[in-house]
C-alpha cells in the first residue's frame, strides 16, 4: 500500500470517527437537554440529570478531534461549523428557559415546597462550558492560520 493510499485511509477513517463523534454529542445535548426540560417544568419532581460532566467530556474530545484533524491536514471536507451548532442550541435553550421562569415569575425556580431549584444555574453552567470549549478551538484556528501566514512569509 502506498504513502498516498495509507493517507487517503486514514483520512476517510478520521473524518468518519469525526462524524459519528459529532452525532454523539448531538444525541447526548438533545437527551441532557429533554432531562433539563423534565427537570425544569417538573420543579424538583425528578433529581437532576447529573449528565454534564460525561457531555463536557464526549464534546471535549469531539472538539480536540476536529482540531487534530485540521492541524495535520487530513481533513477533506469542510467541518468548520460543526461546533457553533452546540454552542446555540445550548444558549437558545438556556435563554428560553430563563425568559419561562421570567414570565412565570420564577415559578419554575422553586420546588412546590418552596424550596429553592437550581436548574437553571446547572444550565447556564454547561452553556458557558460548551461556549468556552467553542472559543477555545476557534483560537487554535486563528493560530493555525496565524502560523501557516508567518511560514509562507518566511518563505517568500
Same mark, same amino acid.
Request: aromatic residues 16%; hydrophobic residues 45%; positive net charge.
Given at each position: 500500500m502506498s504513502f498516498i493510499d495509507k493517507f487517503r485511509s486514514i483520512r476517510e477513517i478520521e473524518e468518519e470517527v469525526n462524524?459519528? $463523534?459529532f452525532w454523539i454529542c448531538g444525541g447526548v445535548a438533545l437527551i441532557i437537554m429533554i432531562m433539563k426540560m423534565v427537570e425544569f417544568f417538573s420543579r424538583?419532581?425528578?433529581?437532576p440529570a447529573n449528565m454534564s460532566l460525561l457531555y463536557l467530556g464526549i464534546l471535549i474530545i469531539y472538539s480536540l478531534h476536529k482540531e487534530l484533524i485540521r492541524w495535520i491536514g487530513i481533513g477533506k471536507r469542510k467541518i468548520e461549523r460543526q461546533g457553533e451548532y452546540f454552542v446555540y442550541a445550548w444558549i437558545g435553550f438556556t435563554? $428560553?428557559?430563563y425568559i419561562?421562569?421570567?414570565l412565570s415569575k420564577n415559578y419554575f425556580s422553586y420546588t412546590p415546597q418552596g424550596e429553592p431549584l437550581d436548574t437553571l444555574e446547572s444550565l447556564s453552567i454547561i452553556s458557558i462550558e460548551v461556549l468556552a470549549i467553542f472559543i477555545l478551538t476557534r483560537c487554535l484556528k486563528v493560530l493555525?492560520?496565524?502560523l501557516e501566514k508567518r511560514e509562507?512569509?518566511?518563505r517568500s
Open positions: 462524524t459519528n $463523534l424538583g419532581l425528578f433529581s435563554t $428560553l428557559l419561562i421562569n421570567f493555525k492560520i496565524y509562507q512569509a518566511k
